[in-house]
């Protein structure tokens, strides 16, 4: 009866144990280094409604410790989607690619100007892109800075990631004038965000010029850094504007483009800010589009848009500057550029009181 005990026991422990010893024994997908080629860099760009990534590859050796053009490879893919192209590259590749180690994802102008969404959704549902991950912008094709550029594009690597991080600390950290992210808490596309743009000078260069600001996931516009702290500007994308006219019903979209802060006095503290845009008459100008009025009637609706604009920002401002809300981010510019002028202790009082001049310059086009 003993024995029939203990057995019956054993009966229940051993598939435990064996359960347990399953658990216990490693990684069984486990990847061996000189298995893998690590994914360090992928520029993705759009021509003809198709996307061409290049994928620049560290093929780890056994027997060398540093990255020498021997093993650091340059390979392109080409689809309708990016998960296409790098499905290509994948089957060519010599070894399983790995891509939790991407440190810079390049974009092309042409990426930029089509669907920054799109192109970047691949990565976005690998869980590729997080936020050690940086984003330039290159004008041009980004392809060529990993094609044409090898060397460079090899070496300096950490140098341009070094250069974002420069920049950031030469604003005290102030992502007013550079969001090295392109991520949202949700995983989803900021409605406006600000991509470092990235020039390559002759091949012996890299530097970072301002950047692009990207509004509802396509390019809005290239600005340099004076014009960087105002992008928040742009957040509320474009207004559509009726106005009625001797020649009908004229409907205009004033299509926000970039805003600079600049200091007009120190004493007392003066605030200017000049805000650019582009006026797009939809419709209501077959009555008048060839005529010899065309340019009165354009002037005249030019002026009128910039005054309603105007005078609807400084409404908001001054609202604003009642509630003690910083709705332009004019306060986070004072902070990162001019911290000596800032009253830390006395900022609500400071901000309701500064006065603010605002000036509009816009540019027309017929749709």
């Known amino acids: 009866m003993k024995f029939w005990l203990e057995y019956g026991t054993w009966i229940r422990v051993v598939p435990l144990l064996v359960m347990t010893l399953l658990f216990c024994s490693g990684c069984w997908d486990k990847k061996e280094l000189n298995q893998l080629a690590l994914a360090q860099v992928i520029a993705i760009d759009y021509k003809d409604s ?10 780890p050796s056994a027997d060398k410790e540093t ?13 309708t989607s990016v998960g296409e192209t790098m499905q290509q590259i994948a089957l060519a590749a010599p070894r399983e ?80 004038i550079v969001n090295a992210y392109f991520l949202s808490a949700h995983n989803g596309l900021a409605e406006t965000i600000v991509i470092p743009h990235l020039v390559l000078e002759e091949k012996k260069e890299l530097r970072l010029e301002g950047a692009a600001l990207v509004r509802d996931g ?10 960087l702290s105002g992008y928040y500007w742009t957040v509320g994308g474009s207004e559509i504007v009726t106005l ?6 004229i409907v205009v979209e004033l299509d926000k483009k970039k805003c600079k802060w600049e200091i007009q006095s120190e004493e007392p503290l003066q605030i ?12 209501g100008y077959d009555s008048w589009r060839d005529s010899a009025e065309a340019e009165k009637v354009i002037h005249s609706i030019q002026t009128r848009v910039e005054e309603q604009a105007l005078e609807h ?21 004072l902070y990162a550029w001019h911290p000596e002028l ?25 749709q």
């Open 50 to 59: 198709q996307y061409q990534t290049a994928l620049q590859l560290i093929i």
């Open 67 to 79: 990255v020498t053009s021997d093993n650091l490879w340059t390979m392109t893919g080409t689809g």
């Open 97 to 176: 690619i790995y891509l939790d180690h991407l440190d810079l994802v390049i974009l092309g102008d042409g990426v930029l100007r089509h669907d920054v969404g799109q192109a970047l959704d691949y990565l976005l549902k690998e869980n590729v892109l997080r936020r050690r991950t940086r984003l330039l912008a290159i004008e041009g094709d980004a392809g060529k800075l990993l094609s044409d550029s090898a060397e460079l594009a090899k070496m300096d690597i950490f140098y341009m990631d070094n250069l974002l991080k420069d920049q950031r600390r030469r604003v005290h950290s102030s992502d007013a």
């Open 218 to 227: 396509a390019l809005a516009d290239w600005v340099d850094k004076d014009w």
């Open 244 to 249: 009625p006219d001797e020649y009908g019903q």
């Open 272 to 283: 200017k800010a000049t805000l650019r845009a582009v006026i797009k008459i939809i419709s």
């Open 313 to 333: 920002i400084r409404d908001t401002f001054q609202q604003a500057q009642k509630d003690g809300t910083d709705v332009f981010h004019m306060g986070r510019w």
């Open 342 to 366: 800032v009253h830390a202790d006395k900022w609500p009082e400071q901000f309701a009181a500064m006065p603010v001049v605002f000036e509009i310059n816009t540019s027309i086009e017929i």
